[in-house]
């Protein structure tokens, strides 16, 4: 009998030495601050946390072996049975906004078996601007103007997606004067999937203003505006068109209706977008010029018609400014860069500067300005229409990349690249 009386002695004082070691340096810690020892911050004399005694090294996220002291409080009855109080409301209130030690008077009494009553937070709102004219920001890139450096880019792609069309080749293109002046013919080709939506709603209230600036310059010109919506195959279309409106007001009722929809995977049927705006009644006295809004490439089966689609377009005397959203990535960029480089237009991109949409890729470009994509794009029909393409003025100026004098920079061979030059 005294045999088994002294084992259940030994294995009593076992259980105690066991439950005690989890909470030796918290206690310890909390015994100190309240005897004076302490000095508030939760740092012990050698400098380490003490939270870190309880798992190891700790810094930044917590991590699964970390214990809390809140975790590690002893309930009412862990502390009745260590002959304590079973009340903590009794100790001093220590902070737990820097120094990992939660203020035991925040989270409630910790001899109450019930849960702290936290309020629920609402969740915020993401701030979004109201769509309005004047609101996109972007810059834009020559590749003509700077061939040797497009052919660097090109040549140091990981992945080239011309790389087995038969008929591609790097050509240096040059800029043919306007076979009209006194009409222009305006196709926006528009990426209409779901990702686009931000994009997509604000172009809509740009239309206007970009029109209206290219009509004030040259009075009396006839402008007609046509649009193609292009999703992919398996969607509730592949290509909407909007045929060309000699009246602006009529083609923005017509393009307010449109939505972004579908899409689910990356590449779109950008290919037959192209297609169904090359395919549209162009006025052949007209200067023809494609704005095409996109954040996706086309498939990878279909590079090979895209760059016929170009070649097209070239063939037409149609100019394509590819205007690059959120969500692009390379691959992406060097599509669009050979539309704009093969017709002679410029390679346009949205910024993060608006705080509009997702995030933007940051060019592999090493010059230029940021202005509002409306401006931009009225500047880049005036452009076409006089072959004169104008310094932006610099309270139009909304950020520069590289440090832009006179429409140069220096770049880190010491060699120089053209950001704008006025012909």
């Known amino acids: 009998m005294k045999e088994i009386l002294r084992g259940m002695f030994y294995i009593s004082l076992l259980s105690l030495a066991i439950s005690g070691c989890g909470r030796s340096s918290d206690n310890a810690l909390i015994e100190r601050e309240a005897s004076g020892e302490g000095d508030g911050t939760g740092i012990d004399s050698s400098g380490a946390s003490a939270d870190a005694s309880t798992s190891g090294e700790y810094e930044g996220g917590r991590d699964e072996s970390y214990t809390s002291p809140v975790d590690a409080a002893p309930s009412s009855t862990e502390t009745a049975s260590e002959g304590g109080s079973g009340d903590l409301a009794d100790s001093p209130s220590t902070s737990g906004d820097a120094d990992g030690i939660t203020d035991y008077d925040e989270v409630g009494d910790a001899s109450s078996s019930e849960e702290p009553v936290v309020d629920p937070v609402e969740p915020s709102e993401p701030t979004q601007v109201p769509p309005g004219a004047g609101l996109l920001t972007a810059g834009d890139w020559d590749d003509n103007l700077n061939f040797d450096h497009f052919v660097n880019f090109v040549n140091g792609l990981i992945y080239n997606p011309f790389s087995q069309v038969q008929d591609f080749e790097l050509v240096r293109r040059e800029k043919e004067e306007a076979e ?244």
């Open 180 to 423: 009209s002046i006194s009409a222009l013919d305006i196709v926006f080709v528009i990426d209409a999937t779901g990702s686009m939506g931000d994009e997509l709603e604000y172009l809509k209230k740009d239309v206007n203003a970009i029109v209206e600036e290219v009509a004030l310059v040259y009075n009396g010109i006839s402008i007609h505006t046509g649009a193609v919506l292009y999703r992919d195959v398996g969607d509730s279309y592949v290509t909407r068109t909007i045929d060309f409106e000699a009246n602006v007001l009529d083609f923005q009722d017509a393009l307010s209706s449109e939505s972004a929809g579908g899409g689910g995977d990356y590449p779109e049927a950008m290919d037959e977008g192209l297609a169904a705006a090359n395919a549209m009644q162009w006025r052949s006295n007209a200067t023809k010029v494609i704005f095409l809004l996109a954040d996706a490439p086309t498939h990878d089966s279909k590079h090979a018609n895209l760059h016929q689609e170009i070649q097209e377009s070239r063939n037409a005397g149609i100019t394509i400014y590819p205007v690059a959203a959120s969500g692009v990535d390379v691959t992406t960029e060097m599509l669009m860069r050979t539309m704009a480089q093969e017709t002679t237009g410029r390679y346009v991109f949205l910024t993060d500067d608006s705080g509009i949409g997702g995030s933007h890729l940051e060019p592999t470009i090493p010059c230029y300005n940021v202005r509002p994509l409306s401006s931009l794009l009225s500047e880049l029909m005036i452009y076409e229409l006089s072959g004169v393409y104008e310094l932006p003025e610099d309270d139009e100026i909304i950020r520069s990349v590289g440090n832009p004098v006179d429409g140069q920079c220096v770049i880190e061979d010491q060699s120089y690249v053209i950001c704008h030059v006025e012909e």
